[in-house]
C-alpha cells in the first residue's frame, strides 16, 4: 500500500483547505484516515473512512468543522477542513488499514493501521 497526502499550505484563521490523499495498492476493501502531530505534541487522530460504505468517524477537536470524504474512481480520499484555528496547525498524515480497524477504533484508526504515508503541512497563521 502507498499513501501520498498533498495539499498542505498556509491559511487564515477561520479559512478552509483540503487536503487529499491518493491510495494504491489495495487488494481488498479498506479504511484511509488522517492524524496530525502539532510542534512538540504527541500525534493526535482526525478521521477515518471506510472504502465499502462510506462510515466516517471523527476526533472530537474536528468534528463539525472537518469532513472526510472519498473519490472511489480515483483512490483519493479528501480531508475539508473549515473554520480552521492556530491549534489545527500540524503536519497532517494519511494512514490506512482495513475496514474493520476503523469502525472498531475510528479516529484513533491510525494507531493501529499499518500503512502510513508522508506527511503534509498545514499552518494556520494571520
Known amino acids: 500500500v502507498q499513501l501520498q497526502a498533498s495539499g498542505g499550505g498556509l491559511v487564515q484563521p477561520g479559512g478552509s483547505l483540503r487536503l487529499s490523499c491518493a491510495a494504491s495498492?489495495?487488494?481488498?476493501?479498506?479504511?484511509i484516515g488522517w492524524f496530525r502531530q502539532a510542534p512538540g505534541k504527541a500525534r493526535e487522530g482526525v478521521s477515518c473512512?471506510?472504502?465499502?460504505?462510506?462510515?466516517?468517524y471523527y476526533g472530537d477537536s474536528v468534528k463539525g468543522r472537518f469532513t472526510i470524504s472519498r473519490d472511489s474512481a480515483k483512490n483519493t480520499v479528501h480531508l475539508q477542513m473549515t473554520s480552521v484555528n492556530p491549534e489545527d496547525t500540524a503536519v497532517y498524515y494519511c494512514a490506512a488499514d482495513e475496514e474493520y480497524v476503523c469502525s472498531k477504533y475510528g479516529a484513533r484508526f491510525w494507531r493501529y493501521s499499518g500503512s502510513w504515508g508522508r506527511g503534509t503541512l498545514v499552518t494556520v497563521s494571520s
Open positions: 495498492g489495495f487488494t481488498s476493501d479498506y479504511a
Open positions: 473512512i471506510t472504502s465499502s460504505d462510506d462510515q466516517s
